[in-house]
């Protein structure tokens, strides 16, 4: 949700980032849909035995498609600038506490 609102244009900034939320009522819905059609469609003994699998292997293909789109997404720019300040300072922080003093 957070990446939604780092990419989005200025002007769309609220819009976008609420989509995140929105999509989240509509997954609980469809989730809810789709076990409704089942216990409709599968008879009862069969839902005992087999049916119950059927939204969890459906979980299992959105999340082939989730992997696939997040290694897909670049980073944002405001999360590249944020990485490389922490870098840096982590650089600096180990050069300084490792320097090594010469006795003059």
Same mark, same amino acid.
């Given at each position: 949700?957070? !990446?939604?609102?780092? #990419?989005?244009?200025? &002007? !769309?900034?609220?819009?976008?980032? %609420? $989509?995140?939320?929105? %999509?989240?009522? /509509?997954?609980?819905? #469809?989730? +809810? $849909?789709? /076990? @409704?059609? =089942? =216990?409709? /469609?599968?008879?009862? *003994?069969? +839902?005992?035995?087999?049916?119950? &699998?059927?939204?969890?292997?459906?979980?299992?293909?959105? +999340?082939?498609?989730? @992997?696939?789109?997040?290694?897909?997404?670049? *980073? %944002?720019?405001?999360?590249?600038?944020?990485?490389? *300040? @922490?870098?840096?300072? !982590?650089?600096?922080? +180990?050069?300084?506490?490792?320097?090594?003093?010469?006795?003059?």
């Amino acid at each position: 949700m957070v !990446y939604l609102h780092e #990419i989005a244009d200025v &002007r !769309y900034k609220a819009v976008t980032g %609420s $989509l995140g939320y929105v %999509s989240l009522g /509509v997954g609980v819905v #469809i989730g +809810l $849909l789709t /076990v @409704i059609t =089942i =216990i409709s /469609v599968v008879p009862a *003994e069969a +839902l005992l035995v087999w049916g119950w &699998r059927v939204p969890f292997l459906m979980a299992v293909a959105t +999340l082939a498609v989730a @992997i696939v789109l997040r290694y897909n997404m670049p *980073e %944002s720019a405001e999360f590249a600038a944020s990485r490389e *300040e @922490i870098d840096e300072e !982590y650089k600096r922080r +180990l050069q300084q506490k490792f320097k090594v003093r010469h006795p003059c």
